[in-house]
Each structure stands twice: as structure tokens, then as C-alpha cells.
């Protein structure tokens, strides 16, 4: 790649037809890794950047554990195919010096006195480089560490200001940052306190004071773009959980109790309510409202079958617990926790009294209880 002959075009854009306020396309994704507890996919440009965290952990060694405090680990790297040239795997001066930089960046707002001992590791992985890698990197991390829940004072934003042909630009692009005069990547908090600056090139401070104007735009920018993804992850989760609630907490509808009721608890703390309707048919109601019908076949046993044709077969197999066992083999263990003494029970089915003319079965006589079944 060679030198362009101009950066600006007739109407000051620039290269890649940007404003010089105007920061790349960004997006990012929350939530990617499944076994981190917090990450983000970020592209901005042509950047690809992955960051994972993982902690609060236990830190080992344990020398190396700071009693009053977590400490934070941060790896930037590089992937060998990351850059038009293969970079040799592994850490070198460059990736060494951007970590602790990087890690430096998120020190005033990780509140790491709430894990003592504790190690907080991010690592962020450029899969794809074009200038500004470690101003992507901060990004990404901020989110991911946020992903994680780990208590923040607030994100971390990072952007990069450069100087080329003379002019102030926000965000280098790749000939940009390659070619140009000056570059100056900066992270703030969202108060707008920094907390990474580096500089390659020169400013006079009339172009430095524009200069730190101009990148507090940018990564107020950017701070809006990352308050949005994780309002996209965290907004999204929320209704899902009201949706989940709202199944689980539906309350079952309102069924006047017969006085020949009972009702079960599954092994699984599922309510089945149990209900004669007539002599031969009952009905069975779970919950969540799904309603299976019930019918005799002789004292001992009953077919259930549910609505959806899956039958099921209910047998007493003592006074507390009946055994309901679908055609599949699945086999739901109830136990019966409120009786109505006055009624006759087939199974955990309650008949009406017109049913007491029936002659029960005598092992359910014995199970159930002849004398209160059968007066
Ligand atoms: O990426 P960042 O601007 O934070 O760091 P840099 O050291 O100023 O590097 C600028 C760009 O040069 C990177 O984004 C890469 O695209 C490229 N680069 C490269 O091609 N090979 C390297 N070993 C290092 C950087």
C-alpha cells in the first residue's frame, strides 16, 4: 500500500468519504461466547475485535492475590492473520505495551474492591486490523466487561484523533494513520474524564486542545452506540423474563371446588386438581390450564386422556399416591395431600355419592379406606 495522493477530495471528505468528525460505521454485538461471562463482537470499519471476560475468579497463584482488592488482567492480541503481513503469534513490545495501557484504561471505573482476591481477565482478540485497534479493543471490552456484570462506574469509550495533510481528523482510517502527520488515541469515561491518552506525532497545542475537543465527540458517539447494544441485549432479556414470568406466574383459573375434590402434588410441585364430573367421567385441570379427561375403567384403574389424544393411565397404588403414567413410558410419581373424607375414592379420583352404590374394589377398600368409601 503506498501513499494516496490526496486525503481530502474537493469537498473535504475524506478518503473513505467521511466528514473529518465523523467516526466509522460501528456494531457490536453483545453476548457472544458462551463460555465467558461477558463478551462482545465489535467491528468498526473494517476492525474486527472480539473481547471476552472471565471473573470475578479466584486468583492463582495465590501470591499474587491483592487482599483488599480484584485485580485486572487485560490481553491484547493480534491474530496472526489479523494484517496484511502475518503477525508471529504471541506477544511482542507493541501488544505488551497496548494491554497495560488497555487495562490502565478501565482502572478508575472497575470498582475492584467489591472482589478482593479476586482476578478479573479480559482478553481482546483483533481478528481483523485497519487502524485503531486498540481504541476497538477498549470498546469491545467495555462492553463485554458490562456483559459480564462486573460493577463499572460507567463504560469506557475510545477513539482516535489524528492530524493529516494539516487537518484534524476523528477516527483514522488505515493510509490515514499510516500516512498522516499525528495520531492520538484517547479513552474516557462517560464523564468525559480520560483515562488512556497516547501520542505519535506532534501538535501544536492549538491543534491539541481542538484535537481532545474533537475525540470527546467521538467517543460521546460511541459511548450512545455501546449504551444501545447493551440496552438491545439487556431490554430484549427483560421481556423475555416478563414473558417467562407471566407463564409462571398465570394464575390457575378460578374452579369452584366440589366437595368431592382433591388435590395432588406432583413430585415436581406440579398441582393437578382432581375432579369428578359425573359418575364415569372426570376432570383432571394442571396449572397451567391444560385439561385431561378422566375416565373409570374399574376401581383400580382409570384412563386419562389428555386433549391432545396422549393417554395416560392413573393407578392407585396406596392412600397417597397414585401413579400416572403416560402411553410413552414417562411415568409422573402424585401424591395426594388434601383428602375429602366423605367421598369415595377411585385412585386419586374422587366419585360423587350417587357413585357410592358402586362396589369398590377391595384392594382399594384396603388402600383408601372402606369404611369412610363405603357407609
Ligand atoms: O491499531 P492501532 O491504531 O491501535 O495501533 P497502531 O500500532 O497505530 O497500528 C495501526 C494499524 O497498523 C493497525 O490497526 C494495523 O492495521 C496495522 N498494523 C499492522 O499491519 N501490523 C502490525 N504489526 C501492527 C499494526
Same mark, same amino acid.
Given at each position: 500500500? #503506498?501513499?494516496?495522493?490526496?486525503?481530502?477530495?474537493?469537498?473535504?471528505?475524506?478518503?473513505?468519504?467521511?466528514?473529518?468528525?465523523?467516526?466509522?460505521?460501528?456494531?457490536?454485538?453483545?453476548?457472544?461466547?458462551?463460555?465467558? /461471562?461477558?463478551?462482545? @463482537?465489535?467491528?468498526?470499519?473494517?476492525?474486527? $475485535?472480539?473481547?471476552?471476560?472471565?471473573?470475578?475468579?479466584?486468583?492463582?497463584?495465590?501470591?499474587? !492475590?491483592?487482599? /483488599?482488592?480484584?485485580?485486572?488482567?487485560?490481553? @491484547?492480541?493480534?491474530?496472526?492473520?489479523?494484517?496484511?503481513?502475518?503477525?508471529?503469534?504471541?506477544?511482542?513490545?507493541? #501488544?505488551?505495551?497496548?494491554?497495560?495501557?488497555?487495562?490502565?484504561?478501565?482502572?478508575?471505573?472497575?470498582?475492584?474492591?467489591?472482589?478482593?482476591?479476586?482476578?478479573?481477565?479480559?482478553?481482546?482478540?483483533?481478528?481483523?486490523?485497519?487502524?485503531?485497534?486498540?481504541?476497538?479493543?477498549?470498546?469491545?471490552?467495555?462492553?463485554?466487561?458490562?456483559?459480564?456484570?462486573?460493577?463499572?462506574?460507567?463504560?469506557? #469509550?475510545?477513539?482516535? $484523533?489524528?492530524? $493529516?495533510?494539516?487537518?484534524?481528523?476523528?477516527?483514522?482510517?488505515?493510509?490515514?494513520?499510516? @500516512?498522516?502527520?499525528?495520531?492520538?488515541?484517547?479513552?474516557?469515561?462517560?464523564?468525559?474524564?480520560?483515562?488512556?491518552?497516547?501520542?505519535?506525532?506532534?501538535?501544536? !497545542?492549538?491543534?491539541?486542545?481542538?484535537?481532545?475537543?474533537?475525540?470527546?465527540?467521538?467517543?460521546?458517539?460511541?459511548?450512545?452506540? !455501546?449504551?444501545?447494544?447493551?440496552?438491545?441485549?439487556? #431490554?430484549?432479556?427483560?421481556?423475555?423474563?416478563?414473558? =417467562?414470568?407471566?407463564?409462571?406466574?398465570? &394464575?390457575?383459573?378460578?374452579?369452584?371446588?366440589?366437595e368431592n375434590?382433591?388435590?395432588?402434588?406432583?413430585?415436581?410441585?406440579?398441582?393437578? +386438581?382432581?375432579?369428578? +364430573?359425573?359418575?364415569?367421567?372426570?376432570?383432571?385441570?394442571?396449572?397451567?390450564?391444560?385439561?385431561?379427561?378422566?375416565?373409570?375403567?374399574?376401581?383400580?384403574?382409570?384412563?386419562?386422556?389428555?386433549?391432545? /389424544?396422549?393417554?395416560?393411565?392413573?393407578?392407585?397404588?396406596?392412600?397417597?399416591?397414585?401413579?400416572?403414567?403416560?402411553?410413552?413410558?414417562?411415568?409422573?410419581?402424585?401424591?395426594?395431600?388434601?383428602?375429602e373424607e366423605d367421598n369415595?375414592?377411585?385412585? =386419586?379420583?374422587?366419585?360423587?355419592d350417587?357413585? =357410592? /352404590?358402586?362396589? &369398590?374394589?377391595? =384392594?382399594?377398600?384396603?388402600?383408601?379406606?372402606?369404611?369412610e368409601?363405603?357407609e
Open positions: 500500500m #503506498s501513499k494516496p495522493e490526496k486525503f481530502f477530495d474537493e469537498n473535504g471528505l475524506r478518503l473513505d468519504g467521511r466528514r473529518v468528525d465523523e467516526i466509522r460505521p460501528m456494531k457490536i454485538e453483545v453476548g457472544v461466547l458462551s463460555r465467558a /461471562d461477558g463478551s462482545c @463482537y465489535l467491528e468498526w470499519g473494517n476492525n474486527k $475485535v472480539l473481547a471476552g471476560v472471565f471473573g470475578p475468579r479466584e486468583l492463582h497463584p495465590r501470591r499474587m !492475590q491483592r487482599p /483488599d482488592t480484584a485485580i485486572v488482567r487485560y490481553r @491484547y492480541n493480534m491474530a496472526a492473520f489479523s494484517v496484511e503481513d502475518r503477525i508471529r503469534p504471541g506477544p511482542n513490545r507493541r #501488544s505488551t505495551e497496548i494491554s497495560k495501557v488497555s487495562r490502565e484504561a478501565f482502572e478508575p471505573v472497575v470498582l475492584t474492591h467489591l472482589y478482593p482476591s479476586a482476578v478479573i481477565d479480559v482478553f481482546a482478540e483483533v481478528l481483523q486490523a485497519d487502524a485503531g485497534t486498540r481504541t476497538a479493543a477498549i470498546n469491545a471490552a467495555a462492553i463485554a466487561l458490562a456483559d459480564a456484570g462486573i460493577p463499572m462506574k460507567g463504560l469506557v #469509550s475510545a477513539c482516535a $484523533v489524528g492530524k $493529516v495533510d494539516g487537518k484534524l481528523v476523528l477516527d483514522l482510517g488505515k493510509d490515514e494513520d499510516n @500516512y498522516g502527520d499525528a495520531d492520538l488515541p484517547v479513552a474516557m469515561t462517560q464523564d468525559g474524564d480520560v483515562t488512556l491518552i497516547q501520542m505519535d506525532g506532534n501538535f501544536t !497545542q492549538d491543534e491539541f486542545k481542538e484535537a481532545m475537543e474533537l475525540v470527546k465527540v467521538g467517543c460521546k458517539q460511541i459511548l450512545e452506540i !455501546q449504551r444501545e447494544a447493551l440496552k438491545g441485549k439487556f #431490554s430484549q432479556s427483560e421481556t423475555e423474563e416478563i414473558e =417467562n414470568e407471566a407463564v409462571i406466574e398465570a &394464575p390457575a383459573p378460578e374452579v369452584e371446588k366440589a375434590e382433591k388435590v395432588v402434588e406432583t413430585e415436581d410441585d406440579e398441582m393437578v +386438581e382432581v375432579e369428578t +364430573e359425573d359418575d364415569e367421567t372426570v376432570e383432571v385441570e394442571t396449572e397451567d390450564d391444560e385439561t385431561v379427561e378422566v375416565e373409570t375403567e374399574d376401581d383400580e384403574t382409570v384412563e386419562v386422556e389428555t386433549e391432545d /389424544d396422549e393417554t395416560v393411565e392413573v393407578e392407585t397404588e396406596d392412600d397417597e399416591t397414585v401413579e400416572v403414567e403416560t402411553y410413552d413410558e414417562e411415568v409422573v410419581e402424585t401424591e395426594i395431600i388434601e383428602t369415595e375414592n377411585v385412585g =386419586n379420583v374422587v366419585m360423587e350417587d357413585e =357410592n /352404590d358402586k362396589e &369398590p374394589d377391595e =384392594n382399594i377398600d384396603e388402600d383408601i379406606g372402606k369404611g368409601t363405603n
